[in-house]
Every structure is written in structure tokens, then in C-alpha cells.
């Protein structure tokens, strides 16, 4: 069964610095890889994912991810943040088989700070 | 943007009550989900509806839980007796796709917070 591993619950970063979110997954196949944010009192929103070609995707809001295998890694990274960043962090991992669609990790609270 | 809306946003029910969350995906999407995400912990996958019938259901989705297309546009998510361990954001998620596949672009919405006392 695959999983995800979101290192920290919470990342407090300053306006202007570098966001990272960390993601590590495990599969025994090639996966597909998904971010997804939660902006206080909104849904689940994509904001970007890995399925073939290019490892490193560029989603919306200035973010990006790059898939590395040897890694089985999948980081969230944005070069400055912006006040508005500040949200709920989800990775996510699909599983090649069945209908059950996406394997969330626990979620990384981002707080960006003035 | 279409968007698939839940209501309630919040709800509290005590112990032993029968809850029904509500959800309208987006108009032409096809497969509908429910997951759920206790505080604190993972998001969870509950089960996957298509062609009016449950494709695919996790072992969290017991005998206490059903869900129901009634009307071609609601797709709600029924618990029979509720229990404290069932507190938890309740998302309802569609895809538009007639075939999943598993780079498909999943829809969710903001969510319903049960409170169970």
C-alpha cells in the first residue's frame, strides 16, 4: 500500500523567505503525486501534481514541486512567501489500482509571518 | 468556477444520533467521494460512488455508514448512530471523468466539521 509522510505539522516561515514543505512517499510503482491547499474555511484546492514527464511541476500561486525518485521525495517549494501562503499543506499519492483515487499525508500548517 | 458545495459546515449531534451530510459536486462530473480527516490525523478515504452504486469503500466505511444519490444532483453521506470517535471534516470530492484514472483532477469541497457529544 503507498504512503505519505509530511515532515512537520507546522512550518512558520517571514514574508519574503523561502517556503519548503517536505513530502516523502512510498510506493512500489511509479506514482502520481498531488499537493493540495486549504485556505481557512475553503476547500481542498489542487495546486499542483506530478504524473509523467517533467519532474519538476510548476503549480498555481508561484509554487512548485519536484518529484525525485531516489529520493521518493516530493518537496513543496515557493521562493518568497507571500502573507496570503499562509494555509493547510496537503500531499497526496495515487494508487495505481482500484478507484480509491488519493492517499493523503497529514497535512503541513504553513504560518508566514510580517 | 464550478465547485462542489457541502452543507452543513458545521454540525453537533450527540452520541447515538443519525447525522446526513449533504454535497453537490460539480454538474457533470461522474465519480463522487467521501473522506474524512479526524483532527490531527490523515486524510482519509471513506468510499467512491459511480453509476449510482458504490465502486470502492475503506474498512472505515462500516455498516453505520451509507451513501445516496437521491435526486441526480445531491450526493449525501448518512451516518445511523453516531459515535464520539466519528468527530472529524467531512469532504466530499467529484471528477469528471467517465473512467478514473489515477492522474485525474479531484474536486473537493470545504468541507463538513461533525462534532459528535
Known amino acids: 500500500a503507498q504512503s505519505v509522510t509530511q515532515l512537520g505539522s507546522h512550518v512558520s516561515v517571514s514574508e519574503g523567505a523561502l517556503v519548503l514543505l517536505r513530502c516523502n512517499y512510498s510506493?512500489?510503482?511509479?506514482?502520481?503525486l498531488f499537493w493540495y491547499v486549504q485556505y481557512p474555511n475553503q476547500g481542498l484546492q489542487l495546486l499542483l501534481k506530478?504524473?509523467?514527464?517533467?519532474?519538476l511541476v510548476k503549480g498555481i500561486n508561484g509554487f512548485e514541486a519536484e518529484f525525485k525518485k531516489s529520493e521518493t521525495s516530493f518537496h513543496l517549494t515557493k521562493p518568497s512567501a507571500h502573507m496570503s501562503d499562509a494555509a493547510e499543506y496537503f500531499c497526496a499519492v495515487s494508487e495505481n489500482s482500484g478507484n480509491t483515487p488519493l492517499v493523503f499525508g497529514k497535512g503541513t500548517r504553513l504560518s508566514v509571518i510580517a | 468556477e464550478p465547485e462542489v458545495t457541502q452543507t452543513p459546515s458545521h454540525q453537533v449531534t450527540q452520541m447515538g444520533q443519525e447525522v446526513i451530510l449533504r454535497c453537490v459536486p460539480i454538474s457533470n462530473h461522474l465519480y463522487f467521494y467521501w473522506y474524512r480527516q479526524i483532527l490531527g490525523q490523515k486524510v482519509e478515504f471513506l468510499v467512491s460512488?459511480?453509476?449510482?452504486?458504490?465502486?470502492?469503500k475503506s474498512e472505515i466505511f462500516d455498516d453505520q455508514f451509507s451513501v445516496e444519490r437521491p435526486d441526480g444532483s445531491n450526493f449525501t453521506l448518512k451516518i445511523r448512530s453516531t459515535k464520539l470517535e466519528d468527530s472529524a471534516m467531512y469532504f466530499c470530492?467529484?471528477?469528471?471523468?467517465?473512467?478514473?484514472?489515477?492522474?485525474?483532477?479531484?474536486?473537493f469541497g470545504e468541507g463538513s466539521w461533525l462534532t459528535v457529544v
Open positions: 460512488f459511480y453509476n449510482n452504486e458504490i465502486s470502492e
Open positions: 470530492a467529484s471528477i469528471s471523468a467517465r473512467v478514473y484514472r489515477p492522474g485525474n483532477t479531484i474536486y
Open positions: 506530478y504524473t509523467t514527464g517533467a519532474t
Open positions: 510506493s512500489s510503482v511509479p506514482p502520481y
